[in-house]
């Protein structure tokens, strides 16, 4: 069903102290931070501000979206990519730039693949949940299934789903220098 990646969700449960110093659930539901668009769904769970940060301190999230971590720190998030067969390179771009990720493609054009080519300025550990989703650099391509993990070094890259149905993927985001 073409737009299913849209429906996507993705339940954050949180763990702390509660009032006797007792190991507890502090909260449990769906990600508050959350932006649906024609080129990707994505539900923010956790970020830090910087890195190391205390065990217990809460979590660092704005109300909207951001494609970067803070400077020092961290992000962490799940993402639904639709099928290449719904894929339209403008809307790509209006999806990044309302994930307020216009600089990750400034001027970039639209690859073989039929992604748009990105890059940050991050490490990203990018674990495939369900789904299939081909990794592709400018010198090859590689097809993941669930349980595949690709380490993305702030290198140019495009994610391309060849099937008929979303992929999703948990991503860990660090921000990194070059």
Do not use: C
Request: aromatic share 6%; net charge negative; no cysteine.
């Amino acid at each position: 069903m073409p737009g299913e990646h849209l429906n996507a969700q993705a339940r954050l449960i949180v763990t702390g102290l509660d009032e006797n110093g007792k190991s507890a659930f502090i909260s449990d539901g769906n990600s508050e931070v959350r932006v649906a668009t024609p080129g990707f769904t994505v539900m923010e769970l956790w970020q830090f501000d910087s890195i190391p940060n205390n065990i217990l301190a809460p979590n660092t999230l704005g109300d909207q979206p951001v494609i970067d971590p803070p400077p020092a720190g961290l992000v962490v998030r799940v993402a639904s990519f639709p099928p290449d067969s719904e894929f339209d390179a403008a809307a790509y771009a209006d999806s990044l730039d309302a994930f307020h990720g216009a600089d990750s493609h400034d001027g970039a054009e639209e690859g073989q693949a039929g992604g748009l080519w990105h890059e940050t300025d991050t490490v990203d550990v990018v674990t495939l949940l369900s789904g299939e989703l081909y990794a592709v650099t400018e010198a090859g391509e590689t097809k993941m299934v669930p349980g595949d993990t690709v380490v993305n070094r702030g290198i140019k890259h495009i994610w391309s789903n060849k099937t008929d149905k979303p992929a999703v993927v948990l991503a860990t985001m660090v921000a990194a220098t070059r």
